[in-house]
C-alpha cells in the first residue's frame, strides 16, 4: 500500500509540475510582454518616459521589457529581440529619423514622442510641436521682450521647413519683430554647445536673448553664458541639475520641459487598454511643461522634473 501512495504521489507531482512551472511564468504564461525599444537610456526626457511606460505596466499587471538603440544594436535586430521574447507589443520610443523604413512583424506597435503612419501602429502619443514652438515665442515675448535679436541653439544641421516646432516658433517671432541672428547646431552634445554658443556670442554682441531646443543645448548655453559674463537671458528645454541652478540665479527665464513621463504612460496604458478589448485607443497629442522659478518646486511638477518613487 505504501509503495502505490508513493507512486501516486510521484505521478500527481509530474502531472502538476507543467501547471505549476507555467504558473511561475508570471505575464509571460499569458502573453502579457511589452518590449520597449527606446533611443536611450540616460537623459531628463528618456528617463521619465521610462518611467512613465514602466509605471503603466506595473499598474496594470504587465512586463515591461527595454532595450536602447543607442547601445549601438541594429534596429531589426531588436525587433526580432522582440519576437523572440514572446512580446504581445512593441513599443517604440525613437528619434523620427530612426524609425523604420518598413515594419513586416505582426505585432502591434505603439509609438511614442514622434508621429509615424503605419498601418500596424495601433497607438500613436507625442508631442504637439507646433504648439509647443508657437507658445515658447509668445513666452519669449513676454519674458525677453519683442524687436529683439537672437540665438537658437539646436540639435539639427540646417532649418527645414517640416520642423514643426522651429517653423512655428520663427513664424511667432516674426510677427513680433524678433530675428535669429545666430542659429547653431549642438548635435545634442552639451561640450559642443559650449564651445559653439560661446564662439557666437563673442562674434555676435548683439544677441539679446537664447532659445534652446534639447537638454545639452541649454546645458552648454548656460555654460557659455557663465563664462563671458554676458546677459542675454535663455529660454531652455528640459530639466538637470545645472538648469535647475540657471532657474535659481535668473539667467533661465523657463525651461520646456517635454512631458514625456505622460508620454511613456499614456501610451503603454492605451496599448494595455486596447490589448484587453476595452476602448480603442487613440491618437493623444501632448503640451510641454512651461516652469521657471517660481513653479519649480510646485507639488504637481515633481512628476515632471524629478524621479518618481
Known sequence: ??????????????????????????????????????????????????????????????????????????????????????????????????????????????LMGADWSHPRVSVRVFDENTIIGKRVGQLLAKRIGLQKNLMLVTTTETYVYDD??????RNELGMQGSQVVSRVNCADDANLAYARCRRALEAHPEIEGIVCSSENATTGALRAV?????????????????????????????????????????GVENAIRLSSGKSAAVKKQLDAVYVDADNLFDDEMRVFLFDVD
Open 1 to 110: 500500500m505504501r509503495d502505490h501512495r508513493a507512486a501516486l504521489a510521484v505521478l500527481c507531482l509530474a502531472l502538476l509540475l507543467p501547471l505549476l512551472l507555467t504558473g511561475c511564468q508570471g505575464p509571460y504564461a499569458s502573453g502579457h510582454l511589452l518590449f520597449l525599444i527606446a533611443e536611450r537610456d540616460e537623459g531628463f526626457y528618456w528617463k521619465n518616459l521610462l518611467q512613465g511606460a514602466s509605471l503603466a505596466a506595473k499598474d496594470n499587471g504587465w512586463t515591461l521589457e527595454s532595450a536602447f538603440l543607442s547601445k549601438g544594436e541594429n534596429l531589426d535586430d531588436l525587433l526580432a529581440q522582440a519576437g523572440e521574447r514572446g512580446a504581445e507589443t512593441i513599443a517604440l520610443a525613437l528619434l523620427p529619423e530612426h524609425l523604420p523604413a518598413d515594419y513586416t512583424y505582426e505585432t502591434p506597435l505603439i
Open 164 to 169: 514643426e516646432w522651429e517653423t512655428a516658433l
Open 226 to 266: 557663465r563664462s563671458l559674463g554676458v546677459s542675454a537671458p535663455i529660454i531652455g528645454a528640459d530639466f538637470n541639475s545645472n538648469i535647475a541652478l540657471g532657474l535659481r540665479d535668473g539667467l533661465l527665464c523657463l525651461t520646456v520641459v517635454r512631458n514625456a513621463y505622460a508620454c511613456g504612460y499614456m
